[in-house]
């Protein structure tokens, strides 16, 4: 069982917005500013998309944003398209220099 | 750049020795720590734990009694032991660079470990 909650699966056509969570506590995610989310296309290595709950690093599009409230932070996808078809995993900082992963949610781009 | 280096199959009840050797930017650098994660098959990823240039370590709770990492920053290198490996064990290890506070900006390309008599 993950340390971050996150759905096993999203769905949406291309061109439109989805949303995925990221469940934790107060002493992780509704702590510490430190959400990251990673896209990872099976056989790849994985690619940081937002860091800090919402920076996006330099050279992510646009399209990739993320926020938070309260213990949960999401990362939002607009504008669907079929290279976003991926797994996307959320980290936080768990506190005494642990660090914690979701189990992960496979993105399917219809 | 980070490249993981090791043995892919390790026997049950024996030691996972990994290496990663980290060009383009320097193991020095009071900037970052270097990280250890893994991703097991038909799972998720799992942080294993993390280095400071001065050998200063931070591991997962849930392996720290198994795990052991070393850092020569004359070969701008850091490497990861694990004893007493199981099929559990068996996972891609990726080698990856944290900023300060933290995330993990690059990785390496992955070192595939299967446990297995």
């Known amino acids: 069982q993950s340390a971050l909650t996150q759905p096993a699966s999203v769905s949406g056509s291309p061109g439109q917005s989805i949303t995925i969570s990221c469940t934790g506590t107060?002493?992780?995610?509704?702590?510490?500013?430190?959400v990251s989310w990673y896209q990872h296309h099976p056989g790849k290595v994985p690619k940081l998309m937002i860091y800090e709950d919402d920076k996006r690093p330099s050279g992510v599009s646009f399209r990739f944003s993320g926020s938070k409230s309260g213990n949960t932070a999401s990362l939002t996808i607009s504008g669907l398209q079929a290279e976003d078809e991926a797994d996307y995993y959320c980290?936080?900082?768990?506190?005494?220099?642990?660090?914690?992963f979701g189990g992960g949610t496979k993105l399917t781009v219809l | 750049q980070l490249q993981e280096s090791g043995p892919g199959l390790v026997k049950p009840s024996q030691t996972l020795s990994l290496t990663c050797t980290v060009s383009g930017s320097s193991i020095h650098n009071g900037n970052y720590y270097w990280t250890w994660i893994r991703h097991h098959p038909g799972g998720g990823l799992e942080w294993i734990g993390y280095?400071?240039?001065?050998?200063?370590?931070y591991f997962n709770p849930s392996l720290k009694s198994r795990l052991t990492m070393s850092i020569d920053t004359s070969e701008n290198q850091f490497s990861l032991n694990l004893i007493f490996v199981t099929a559990a064990d068996t996972a891609v290890y990726y080698c990856?660079?944290?900023?300060?506070?933290?995330?993990?900006?690059?990785w390496g390309q992955g070192a595939p470990v299967t446990v297995s008599s």
């Open positions: 107060a002493s992780d995610v509704g702590t510490y500013k430190l």
């Open positions: 280095i400071y240039y001065d050998g200063n370590t």
């Open positions: 990856a660079r944290c900023p300060i506070p933290g995330y993990f900006d690059y």
């Open positions: 980290c936080s900082y768990g506190g005494r220099f642990n660090w914690l």
